[in-house]
């Protein structure tokens, strides 16, 4: 079952602009988590952001967790070609029954 | 450092038979999750092993099997494949459990 929902399913801009996706989730959860995949293959890791947390930063990438809404948000400044991927958060509920719960992801294109 | 290593990279089989993906994780960490994706139902959690335990395990057949060796590799089994089991199958490595997990290549797994 999927936990996160990314909003928008896909999305194209052009280099240099910033792009946001968005994240729901619907049960309480430890940390959420945003990787990134290019076309078929592993998955990158971002960025983690723990449920204590509200903002995060990394580079271009910023991360909000609203954990009263149950919603994240990825944002990825300045953007270039290289960050054509789909794009994916994952949260954890903690506890001994560990698991990454994925949402069906945001696919970027960005175009030169 | 290397990072995980999934073999192969890409298998065929036929409906009836099984097939065996192997999982060699990140030097030191000890978990080892396995998750499937597909178009259709996305990312989805496989089962996760810890010093050779298995820790967890998603909502899947029991044609999924999975083992974990004391130098933490892993495999995972699929008997008796059914279309349906075409997908790329990753696995991922972390140092402890809620840990972050890096994810090797995948192995792509097509069922004629």
């Known amino acids: 079952s999927q936990q996160g929902e990314e909003d928008p399913q896909a999305l194209s801009i052009q280099e240099g602009e910033n792009a946001t996706m968005n994240c729901s989730y619907k049960?309480?959860?430890?940390?959420l988590q945003w990787y990134r995949q290019n076309s078929g293959r592993g998955l990158v890791h971002l960025i983690l952001?723990?449920?204590?947390?509200r903002e995060k930063h990394s580079g271009r990438l910023r991360v909000t967790l609203d954990t009263s809404k149950k919603s994240s948000s990825l944002l990825i400044t300045a953007s270039r070609a290289a960050d054509t991927a789909s794009y994916f958060c994952?949260?954890?509920?903690?506890?001994?029954?560990?698991?990454?719960?994925f949402g069906k992801g945001t696919l970027l294109t960005v175009n030169p | 450092k290397a990072g995980v290593t999934q073999t192969p990279r890409y298998l065929i089989k036929t409906r009836g038979q099984q097939v065996t993906l192997s999982c060699s994780p990140i030097?030191?960490?000890?978990?080892v999750s396995w998750y499937q994706q597909t178009p259709g139902q996305g990312l989805q959690f496989l089962f996760e092993?810890?010093?050779?335990?298995?820790?967890n395990k998603g909502n899947f057949p029991g044609r999924f099997s999975g083992r974990q060796f004391s130098n933490s590799r892993s495999e995972m089994n699929v008997s008796t494949l059914e279309l349906g089991d075409s997908a790329l199958y990753l696995c991922?490595?972390?140092f402890g459990q809620g840990d972050i997990q890096y994810f090797g290549a995948g192995t792509r797994l097509s069922v004629l």
């Open positions: 991922a490595s972390s």
């Open positions: 049960t309480s959860i430890n940390n």
């Open positions: 952001i723990r449920s204590n947390e």
């Open positions: 994952a949260t954890d509920s903690g506890g001994s029954n560990y698991k990454l719960t």
């Open positions: 030097s030191g960490h000890r978990s």
């Open positions: 092993y810890f010093s050779e335990t298995q820790r």
